[in-house]
């Protein structure tokens, strides 16, 4: 079994093989079906050996989350961790934030999802219901579904004219160089499945009846604009792939693939934030001696309404 300082190391790798470079990106050339960076196991055990594995990540995940948030919480540190997930439908946006963001601490954890904006919400910069969702300080934010539907589902349904989705890459950037630059560290994941999965995931919300309350027909209309969505998802991806805030595309067709990667990606970067635990000035003897107080005094001290312990 891997140590821990084996798990931030393999973490690490995986950060580096599944990251874009800034430029183009061919979605076509990455399969679906692969596994970057997962160790070799035999054909059987590997979805068992990444349950257990993203597990043992969780752990870790929750101990440098805790160590994160008690820094917010003393003012020592801003630092907080921003994952925005993004994918086609049955991409599996909701089975990660069950799978890998279940394992963290969900007192330090603040979810979005990002749905069709409201009429508030249109009358404003597509960008402001995103910055009033931004984690604060010591927390992990998830958006499941993001800004980036603003150049996705809004260009391929042209729901905005060109002139105005095309300067959104640029605004885009901005907003995240600002965030990262203020303590936000962005981890831009697109989870990458295949015309083929998608067609057998959407049959089975059809043909499974605890399935079946997740279908929207509207889903089935999206399919039939696969390549315009791959297109933007590619422009996207390209254009907003930046050294500041990168976008990773974690091949998705094997669920247990894809919950390890993610996992992995938050490890790597929390384990690079370094945030320790904040430094506590106490009189550490004088409280553990008030704590202990003189045995038989204090009750006979104790404040009217503080009802002794044991007391029924
Ligand atoms: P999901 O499909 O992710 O499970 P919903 O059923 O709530 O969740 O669907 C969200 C819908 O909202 C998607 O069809 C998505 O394209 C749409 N949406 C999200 N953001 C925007 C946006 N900025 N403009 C238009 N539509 C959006």
């Not at 690490?12 to 990251?19: A, N, T």
């Not at 948030?69 to 069950?98: E, H, I, N, P």
């Not at 500041?244 to 990606?265: E, F, G, M, S």
């Amino acid at each position: 079994m891997p140590s821990d300082g084996d798990r931030v190391r393999l973490a690490r790798r995986v950060r580096r093989l599944l990251r874009v470079d800034p430029g183009s990106v061919d979605l076509g050339a990455i399969d679906p079906r692969s596994t970057p960076g997962f160790p070799s196991r035999p054909g059987k055990g590997r979805k068992a050996w990444s349950r257990a594995e993203v597990a043992q990540i969780g752990n870790l995940l929750s101990a440098y989350q805790e160590r994160m948030y008690a820094a917010a919480r003393a003012g020592t540190s801003r630092r907080r961790l921003l994952l925005v997930l993004q994918g086609t439908d049955c991409s599996g946006k909701d089975g990660t934030v069950r799978s890998v963001v279940g394992a963290l601490n969900p007192l330090g954890v603040q979810i979005k999802a990002f749905g069709a904006p409201t009429p508030e919400e249109l009358a404003h910069h597509f960008l402001w219901r995103i910055d009033r969702a931004m984690p604060p300080a010591g927390y992990v934010g998830v958006f499941n579904r993001s800004h980036y539907e603003d150049v996705l589902v809004a260009r391929v349904r042209s729901l905005v004219p060109p002139e105005v989705w095309r300067p959104r890459y640029d605004q885009i950037n901005s907003f995240e160089a600002a965030a990262v630059a203020d303590g936000v560290a962005v981890i831009k994941v697109m989870l990458h499945i295949s015309y083929e999965e998608q067609g057998r995931r959407l049959r089975a919300r059809l043909e499974d009846p605890t399935k079946r309350w997740k279908f929207d027909p509207a889903d089935v209309d999206d399919r039939d604009r696969w390549d315009e969505y791959q297109a933007a998802y590619a422009d996207a991806i390209a254009r907003c792939s930046t050294p500041a805030a990168p976008w990773y595309i974690v091949p998705a067709d094997r669920k247990w693939y894809r919950n390890w990667a993610t996992a992995n990606l938050l490890l790597a970067h929390l384990a690079d934030l370094a945030v320790d635990y904040p430094a506590v000035e106490l009189d550490l003897a004088a409280e553990l001696a008030r704590l202990d107080g003189a045995p038989g005094k204090t009750s006979e001290k104790r404040p009217a309404g503080r009802p002794q312990r044991n007391a029924r």
